[in-house]
DNA sequence: TATGAATGAGCCTTCATTCAT
DNA sequence: AATGAATGAAGGCTCATTCAT
């Protein structure tokens, strides 16, 4: 078998993964559920990753990064906050991307002590706050707030904000409406470019 | 036994679910560990408990109310925005606070689907959210943002950030820095404080 | 329940570890095939025993030292060569005897490492070597062949023998007669004796 | 490929069988772990086995064969006791013998039941004690012991001290001196030959 | 002939839960 | 009211074996 089949199958069983975890959430997310999910056996998990821990290690480097780099791309030069808002409101409401965001969600959550995955965690978290922080600093830039917003401590709430959103959304998704607050994040936005024609 | 033996009894297993909670993460808090954090036999938590959903619905309401009782009387009536955000400070760094709210975050991030746990975290979300809001709304009030700010979705932002400087604080305090959170915050309440002299 | 019946369920999990060896050999000796054995639940043993490495290494214990108080029992004392030998033929095929030295012989064989199986393993084997070696000196001891026996190297060979014939005898009948061995040495004891008449 | 090369990858894998049981024991030798020291896919040892057991069987076969006309050639014809203890000394301790020795202890001890291994295990030990018998018989001829000594049982009983000591030696080599041993055997060879002048 | 991907069974162990005492 | 023994159901992981290439 070719090269690309056994990355195929890697593929099939990290999809497996983010499915299952946004489904059954980490609890119900077993090596057997996997399996499951994606229609193969449980075998298959340990011939492509070390153990659980890998997998959801790998699950989260490759669900994180690749979201990540949606995220630059589709935000890459905006300073418009207007703009920037419809651009992650798209993003979020991409088909699909709830998915991802559960599955995420659920590995944070779950990650814990000196495991593989937490490890993994910790570097997707500081590569989002980073990119929050590069994002909100272009958008201060001009306004009255560029020497007053905590620019660093902005962005780490922000991605806190996004992850306990997250977390209340998949409990009960009548807890947060996430429309609502595109729609008041986009009046704030408004308000912010106003101070930029200064 | 008196009924207030039963009671004190049911208090050391809601203690001991905190502290294993706390400890070991909730992947790590089974009816084992938590007997053994409170150093008494796993049975005696079905003596008083239907089941382990029911105690982690049990503790979920325990702690949440006695930390919302709390919050609710060292911030009753306080209108200014900085003297709020010191309040809010020393709830926060009270001693063996951080236990209850890490405790909290790890059954807040494991509810799921149909369970009781669910139910009473869904019932604890919005209780924070009212006390969220109208704290809030008492903060704008006669500030020129009384009008501005969308204070249902502020408060149900401020709770979602809560949670997942929890979660993230939990898993690296390098992550997140809490007290530079604080003084964040205190600067933008100075700043909001300002407007109402007005 | 009272601690007799601790105690009583440890032995029948030992017993039935014994009997599963006997039967099955180490390789077939699972947690799942004692406890079908024993007419338990596998859960049982691990509540009498950290890991099955233990539950070994006690087996090793408690058969090996029942059997050598036994052997040390009957043999006390005795230093006529040839009714040491009707003891020993006595010891060996008492009932049930033969299950005890294959569970044993199973252990020992089984044995690598540094397990807790291995360290207990080479501690029975020090006391037999030793227990051997005592015996050996006390029916040399005022015959021609005191200083001619090289009596430690005699025991250990002594014990090889036995734990090889049982390996052997395990595998095939056929291959080695027990009583036929015994006949023999009954046969060179005669002899011994004989020497120390003069 | 040609015959040649088939019987070469064979023994390749036969190799590797004998070195995985030597260094890992039986339990440690599957049909991965034989395949990673032989540097093959474990997909080769069913090209040219029906299973594992069938490779084991072959090789106690290859194994014991081989060396049994190594000890047959190395002792023919040889009737001092003197002499041939020197002659097994050197066997024993010949380069790459005590692999050997091992691999083969490891397949005697794990032989159960009914399966092929078994079969060449028992075959096996037929023709040691066959070969053990004729050695020893040349011994004693021509002493006093030729009709005092039970040939077979002697030679029965030798094959299983060979298996004893090796089991021991394996597992710890603390708890047998092989080297005594055979200084021991020296000794009384010297007797044994010194009778045989009268 | 050899490889590596895949499967399904089975093993060790843990855990929630029950129950006799 | 509390304990500790016991159970049965998973769960993580390994392994012998098969098979397409």
């Known amino acids: 078998m070719a090269p690309a089949a056994r990355e195929a199958t890697r593929r099939?069983?990290?999809?497996?993964?983010?499915?299952?975890?946004?489904?059954?959430?980490?609890?119900?997310t077993t090596a057997r559920s996997i399996a499951t999910t994606g229609g193969f056996a449980a075998g298959v998990i340990y011939y492509h990753f070390t153990d659980l821990d890998e997998l959801f290690a790998a699950t989260?480097?490759?669900?994180?990064?690749?979201?990540?780099e949606q995220y630059r791309a589709d935000t890459e030069g905006v300073d418009s906050a207007v703009e920037l808002v419809e651009r992650l409101r798209a993003l979020y409401t991409a088909a699909g991307a709830d998915r991802y965001v559960a599955a995420v969600q659920e590995l944070f959550a779950a990650a814990h002590a000196s495991t593989g995955l937490a490890e993994e965690v910790r570097a997707a978290t500081t590569?989002?706050?980073d990119y929050a922080?590069?994002?909100?600093?272009?958008?201060?830039?001009?306004?009255p707030f560029a020497d007053l917003v905590p620019?660093?401590?902005?962005?780490?709430?922000?991605?806190?904000?996004?992850?306990?959103?997250?977390?209340?959304?998949?409990?009960?998704?009548g807890l947060v409406d996430p429309a609502g607050l595109f729609d008041a994040a986009a009046r704030a936005?408004?308000?912010?470019?106003?101070?930029?024609?200064l």
């Open 12 to 28: 099939r069983v990290l999809d497996a993964t983010v499915r299952t975890l946004a489904a059954q959430g980490f609890t119900g």
């Open 60 to 68: 989260v480097r490759h669900v994180s990064e690749t979201q990540l």
């Open 127 to 129: 590569r989002w706050q």
């Open 133 to 143: 922080e590069a994002t909100i600093r272009r958008l201060v830039e001009g306004t």
């Open 151 to 173: 620019v660093r401590e902005a962005a780490v709430t922000a991605v806190a904000a996004f992850l306990g959103v997250e977390m209340l959304t998949h409990l009960d998704p």
């Open 189 to 197: 936005a408004a308000l912010l470019d106003a101070t930029r024609l």
